[in-house]
Structures are given as structure tokens and as C-alpha cells.
């Protein structure tokens, strides 16, 4: 019988979304509808979660271009207004956030991504933010001096008893067939036997984000990260449409790293004087 209540754990999750996710009101309202209304048709989702971590009803939500193609009809148990192939892709993203969040729940880590150590890094990036020395515009010098050293030292202070060294513009490689790939972390964390932690610090574009992102999850593809995108102000003429155009990559970002399987891959991103 399909649950009429309110969805389970409904403040919990919009919080999470809130502090761990870094989502705009309007995203957290979306997100807790959507899932609210497949708890309604589907039953109690925790319960089903616990099953079979949502595979079934995934599996009912997967709706692919070849079947809008063939015009498959929908038999699921959603009601579905709109374009079917977005709807489902929606529910579908709406339930993997959902499923990530009971999965730190029942870990204890809903506050932060990997409990403690998320925890440690956002202080140390807030101890960043109240100290750090605020410019118009940031050339290469003073990002190193002014924001790179700055969280280094306060992320070897948080982090070190949990067994962390950090590096500042630590080299990446990744080998193909042909040869070695190589970039630069702007800062790598690493401890035995827990996730790694790569920080990134750009201007808030979305282009710039995404394209390291890519880069460093490529090199990492088996390893547990925790990536943060730190961003910075910018004195470009667009600027204002550049912070936008970053906020929704940031909620792109989200969406991906909650859909990864294997290692867990959980994203903060962190504004310095927004």
C-alpha cells in the first residue's frame, strides 16, 4: 500500500541537501518533492532501500532515448506529466540523491561526506573564509600566498589526527597505451586506509570546475575522494552571469557524484566571499 505521509526522514534529508549538497531552497524543495512523490506510489522507501538499494524501482524509472524513439509506453506507477524521457531521468537523479543520503544515515555520516573528515575540512575551509585576505581579483601569486598556503596550514591542523598530510600542487599522472597524462593537484590529502581529499581552487566559472573535476576523478577512479571546488572572486565584465552559470554546474556536479558506483566519490564546493 503506498505511503500517504510525509516522505521518511524529510527534515533530515532537506538539511543534508542544504549543508552537504550546497543547494539553492528552490533545488532542496524540487529534490524532496520528487522523491516524496515515489515514496507516495512505491511505499516506504527506506524499507526498499534496505532491499535491494533501490534497483527495482530504478529499474521501473530507466527510461532510455531508444525507447522514446520506439515511443515505449510507461507502465510504471508514477504519475507522469511533461516530457516522459525528462520526467524519469529527474526521478531517477531525485532517487540517487535519496539513496546516497540513507546511505550516510545509516553510517552516521549525514552531516558532512565521510562524517569527521568532512567535518575537519569544512573548518578548515571556514577558518579560510574568516581570514583570508579579500581582493577584487586574484593573479596566480596571490592565490598561492593568500589562499593555497593559508588552507594547507589549517587543513595539516584539522586533519593531521586523523592521520592526513597534505600537499600543495602536488603532480597527477594517469598512463594509457601510449603515454603518461600529468597535471597538478592544487592540494592532495591522503591517509592510510581513508579517502583522499583533493581541493581545487579556480574563479567561480562553470568551465573551469568541470574541467578539473573530469581530470581528477579520472586519475582516481578506484580510490574513495572527497573532492572540494574552493572558488574565488573574479573582476570579469560577466561576472555576475559567470556565478550563476557556476551554481548550476555545481547542482550538475552533485547529481553525478551521487550517481557514481564503486568507491564513494562524495563533492563540497566552497565559496570564498560570495
Request: proline share 3%; glycine share 4%.
Amino acid at each position: 500500500m503506498a505511503n500517504t505521509n510525509s516522505l521518511s526522514f524529510r527534515k533530515e534529508f532537506e538539511d543534508w541537501l542544504r549543508e552537504y549538497k550546497t543547494y539553492e531552497e528552490s533545488t532542496v524543495t524540487h529534490r524532496v518533492n520528487n522523491v516524496e512523490r515515489i515514496e507516495r506510489a512505491y511505499g516506504s522507501l527506506p524499507q526498499q532501500w534496505n532491499q535491494d538499494n533501490f534497483e527495482s524501482i530504478l529499474d521501473e524509472l530507466t527510461y532510455t532515448k531508444k525507447d522514446q524513439a520506439r515511443y515505449k509506453k510507461y507502465t510504471g506507477k508514477l504519475e507522469i506529466s511533461g516530457d516522459l524521457y525528462t520526467c524519469l531521468a529527474t526521478y531517477r537523479s531525485a532517487l540517487n540523491l535519496y539513496s546516497a543520503f540513507l546511505s550516510h544515515k545509516k553510517s552516521g555520516e549525514v552531516g558532512y561526506p565521510f562524517g569527521e573528515i568532512g567535518e575537519r575540512v569544512h573548518n578548515a575551509l571556514t577558518y579560510l573564509s574568516n581570514n583570508a585576505t579579500k581582493k577584487k581579483s586574484y593573479d596566480a601569486g596571490d592565490v598561492r600566498e593568500l589562499i593555497i598556503h593559508p588552507l594547507l596550514t589549517a587543513l595539516n591542523t584539522e586533519l593531521a589526527p586523523l592521520g592526513y598530510n597534505f600537499d600543495a600542487e602536488k603532480v597527477a599522472a594517469i598512463s594509457n597505451n601510449k603515454k603518461a597524462t600529468k597535471d597538478r593537484y592544487d592540494i592532495f590529502g591522503k591517509a592510510e586506509g581513508r579517502p583522499l581529499i583533493i581541493i581545487e581552487a579556480d574563479t567561480h566559472r562553470g568551465d573551469q570546475v568541470s574541467k578539473k573535476i573530469v581530470s581528477r576523478m579520472s586519475f582516481n577512479p578506484d580510490s574513495e575522494v572527497l573532492y572540494v571546488a574552493l572558488v574565488y572572486p573574479n573582476n570579469h565584465q560577466n561576472k555576475d552571469s559567470e556565478k550563476k552559470e557556476c551554481e548550476k554546474y555545481f547542482q550538475f556536479i552533485n547529481i553525478l557524484f551521487a550517481s557514481f558506483a564503486g568507491p564513494q566519490k562524495h563533492f563540497m564546493s566552497h565559496w570564498l566571499f560570495k
